[in-house]
């Protein structure tokens, strides 16, 4: 963990020593009473956390806090048809160290139904692995989730304004570097699960603006999909006079 997130719910609250995060803080930061952290409230400020006391139970820490947010960066967004729950737990990590700020798990033509009703998703599971992402990349950010949904429904909830743009391994026209518009542009990136894109996916991407396009020859797993895309996404060219997320203030973190 390079930021210790909390919720804001749980700032008031002693931090129960079975948690994962105050493991981290005592055994892997090695503070103790009286020492500080980076921490963060989710999709709010960071800041610096003191440890005030420990007992057998609970950690009690007492939390400062900077004036603001980090500024949000064009929203990036990304839809994969639904995985089975062990490549979905890499997704939603790693979606969220790269910063999506909308994250949509759809059912497909040729996905399995059943992955919707794992344990991921009907105990909550799913939201430790937000911010686990948001952790290691020093951001508080988590992106907004469902999982589910039909393809259509959500295709058709998408702002206007987006780029839109789907991988493929069968028909796409074009690599995907070549189609990225300019960094600053919000963007939607879809990609299919682990069978790909049926006949009537594919036509239901066209039909709401989705040009495919493809990563070259190889055919990834989609977890790899997702963070290569993503990857591709963040080295866009930028808009004149636009800053980098490091010219503009955003902190390295060693480990990231």
């Given at each position: 963990m390079n930021l210790?997130?909390?919720?804001?719910?749980?700032?008031a609250a002693p931090l129960p020593r079975r948690d994962a995060r105050a493991a981290h803080v005592l055994g892997v930061l090695r503070r103790g009473v009286g020492d500080a952290f980076d921490c963060?409230?989710?999709?709010?400020?960071?800041g610096r956390a003191t440890l005030v006391t420990v007992d057998a139970a609970?950690?009690?820490?007492?939390?400062?806090?900077e004036a603001a947010p980090p500024p949000s960066p064009a929203p990036l967004t990304l839809i994969v048809g639904l995985p089975?729950?062990?490549?979905?737990?890499?997704?939603?990590?790693?979606?969220?160290?790269?910063?999506v700020a909308a994250l949509h798990f759809v059912a497909t033509e040729k996905g399995e139904p059943s992955y919707?009703?794992?344990?991921?998703?009907?105990?909550?599971?799913?939201?430790?692995?937000?911010?686990?992402?948001?952790?290691q990349a020093f951001d508080t950010r988590v992106p907004d989730v469902t999982h589910g949904r039909a393809l259509a429904g959500v295709l058709g909830e998408l702002p206007t304004d987006t780029a839109r743009l789907a991988l493929d391994n069968y028909e796409a026209g074009a690599p995907l570097a070549a189609a990225l518009p300019l960094a600053g542009?919000?963007?939607?990136l879809a990609v299919g699960?682990?069978?790909?894109?049926?006949?009537?996916?594919?036509?239901?991407?066209?039909?709401?603006?989705?040009?495919?396009?493809?990563?070259?020859?190889?055919v990834l797993r989609t977890e790899t999909a997702c963070v290569a895309a993503l990857t591709?996404?963040?080295?866009?060219?930028?808009?004149?006079?636009?800053?980098?997320?490091?010219?503009?203030g955003a902190r390295p973190c060693p480990g990231a």
């Amino acid at each position: 963990m390079n930021l210790v997130l909390f919720e804001p719910a749980e700032i008031a609250a002693p931090l129960p020593r079975r948690d994962a995060r105050a493991a981290h803080v005592l055994g892997v930061l090695r503070r103790g009473v009286g020492d500080a952290f980076d921490c963060g409230l989710v999709n709010g400020p960071r800041g610096r956390a003191t440890l005030v006391t420990v007992d057998a139970a609970a950690l009690t820490l007492a939390f400062v806090w900077e004036a603001a947010p980090p500024p949000s960066p064009a929203p990036l967004t990304l839809i994969v048809g639904l995985p089975r729950p062990q490549t979905a737990r890499d997704i939603l990590r790693d979606a969220t160290t790269l910063g999506v700020a909308a994250l949509h798990f759809v059912a497909t033509e040729k996905g399995e139904p059943s992955y919707a009703h794992s344990s991921l998703w009907t105990t909550g599971e799913w939201r430790r692995h937000l911010r686990d992402g948001a952790q290691q990349a020093f951001d508080t950010r988590v992106p907004d989730v469902t999982h589910g949904r039909a393809l259509a429904g959500v295709l058709g909830e998408l702002p206007t304004d987006t780029a839109r743009l789907a991988l493929d391994n069968y028909e796409a026209g074009a690599p995907l570097a070549a189609a990225l518009p300019l960094a600053g542009s919000p963007l939607t990136l879809a990609v299919g699960g682990e069978r790909g894109w049926s006949v009537a996916d594919r036509a239901a991407l066209r039909a709401h603006g989705f040009a495919l396009v493809h990563l070259g020859p190889r055919v990834l797993r989609t977890e790899t999909a997702c963070v290569a895309a993503l990857t591709l996404a963040h080295a866009r060219p930028a808009v004149s006079g636009e800053k980098s997320s490091l010219s503009a203030g955003a902190r390295p973190c060693p480990g990231a």
